[in-house]
């Protein structure tokens, strides 16, 4: 019989990990590493988008250095995979910053708190995702910090962040797998930045969805035309999108087959989204189930890969060629981390590209940077710290984590570290692509 190793020989493999990288090495960060252009990264990840919008996501991404760096996913994987890793793989969230949580319903219509973009997901080094997620703390802190004051906040926020995702992976890693599966976390409306995303999902109803999409017409409603962010299809354009559905469909369990079978399709559209996902292909369809006050949303998103993939060949990660569909790789890491996701959430192909299908906008809330100032983002910090311990800990090994982590500051202080002078390199490419696009 295979032996399974125990909880405590999971947590002994992983302390010998330190042997690997220590875990003050993850402060570590030296531009010199690079053996790229990180301007050419991006200009690479351009490529196969809409030519038309490729403009459109420079300007996003030069509003600001955290704009920078929620559009250059292709620059800091590049960057990590420069570094030594721990070898300690779990599903990962790829894209971990301020801005990728968010409320939303729950297929039992409560509303949730959790990591809700996985365009970017992945098996891989589960300190990657941390190492995200702590540079976006201190981007989020210089850039609600007021003019003048000395940045203090996100390195609090920073080890408040560690300290909290170590507490909670030790405490999954001693719980019975069953309830680590159950587990919630809780406080979410106790924290500002959260109540405020949560009040703004219990308003983002599929009623103020089409109110806020759809416009009356002789012929009935139909979605406005915003363009270039808001675009109708003609018929012989929606032709395809409509067809895709059917792939779709088929993906879903069979009782959300059934409902999906309910609504009819009246509309379809082009939307632009986010800042990464500027000039992807992104389709809405409007359908309607029982009336027109039965309104259902859906989005079909593009998915080219992820930009982990290139370098997770071998014993860390599937490498380019792991998935059948790059919608589906998004959607079964959303699953595997999430506590509970879309009901509606599955993937398709349209003309040879791979597509992700969620609903859209049904009771979501996002976090707004002018949320994240002062104690509010160390308190927020502390919930991203739970949030991103349990979704690795659902999808990867909680006792192999904490047994890399041990009860110590060390690795919460090289994470301050390398924050800290990873900003400092996202402000300094921000500044490079300014000078490349005068």
């Known amino acids: 019989m295979t032996h399974i190793p125990t909880s405590r020989e999971r947590r002994a493999l992983g302390q010998a990990r330190r042997k690997q990288v220590r875990r003050q090495d993850h402060g570590r960060w030296d531009a010199k590493l690079r053996q790229h252009d990180a301007v050419a990264l991006v200009a690479e990840s351009m490529r196969g988008r809409v030519p038309g919008l490729v403009a459109l996501k420079y300007e996003r991404m030069l509003a600001s250095p955290f704009g920078f760096f929620r559009g250059a996913v292709p620059v800091m994987a590049a960057d990590l995979a420069l570094l030594p890793h721990t070898g300690i793989v779990n599903q990962i969230c790829g894209d971990a910053h301020v801005r990728n949580l968010g409320a939303f319903a729950a297929p039992d219509g409560r509303l949730l708190f959790d990591i809700n973009d996985f365009d970017e997901t992945i098996r891989g080094p589960f300190e990657w995702d941390l190492k995200r997620l702590a540079t976006s703390l201190v981007l989020a802190a210089r850039e609600t910090c007021a003019p003048g004051e000395k940045v203090k906040d996100g390195e609090k926020a920073v080890l408040q962040f560690v300290a909290r995702y170590r507490k909670l992976i030790d405490t999954l890693a001693r719980m019975p797998v069953i309830e680590v599966a159950r587990y919630q976390v809780h406080r979410l409306q106790r924290i500002t930045p959260v109540s405020e995303a949560l009040m703004k999902a219990e308003r983002a109803t599929p009623l103020h969805t089409l109110e806020a999409l759809t416009v009356e017409t002789k012929k009935g409603r139909v979605f406005k035309d915003e363009s270039p962010v808001l675009k109708r299809l003609t018929p012989q354009q929606a032709r395809p999108v409509l067809a895709s ?3 779709y469909r088929e993906n879903l369990l069979p009782e959300r087959q059934h409902f999906l079978e ?3 399709p009246m509309d379809v559209a082009f939307k632009v989204v986010g800042t990464g996902s500027v000039g992807l292909r992104d389709y809405l369809i409007y359908l309607e189930g029982n009336g027109p006050r039965d309104p259902l949303f859906l989005q079909i998103k593009e998915e080219p890969g992820s930009a982990y993939a290139p370098y997770l060949t071998g014993a860390i990660g599937p490498g380019d060629g792991g998935f059948e569909n790059q919608g589906k790789r998004t959607a079964d890491g959303q699953r595997a981390m999430q506590f509970q ?9 349209i003309a040879n590209r791979d597509y992700l299908v969620r609903q859209l906008n049904d009771h979501k809330g996002s976090i707004e940077m002018g949320d994240l100032a002062g104690q509010g983002l160390i308190d927020y910090a502390e919930m991203c710290g ?28 090289a994470l301050v570290e390398f924050a800290e002078a990873y900003a400092d390199q996202t402000e300094r490419d921000w500044k490079e692509l300014k000078r490349a696009r005068v």
Do not use: M
């Open 245 to 247: 559905v059917k792939t």
């Open 262 to 264: 309910q609504y009819r």
């Open 341 to 349: 996701s879309d009901p509606f959430l599955g993937w398709t192909t």
């Open 386 to 413: 739970e949030l991103l311990a349990r979704g690795h800990a659902r999808s990867g090994d909680a006792a192999l984590i904490a047994g890399y982590l041990g009860s110590g500051a060390k690795f919460g202080t």
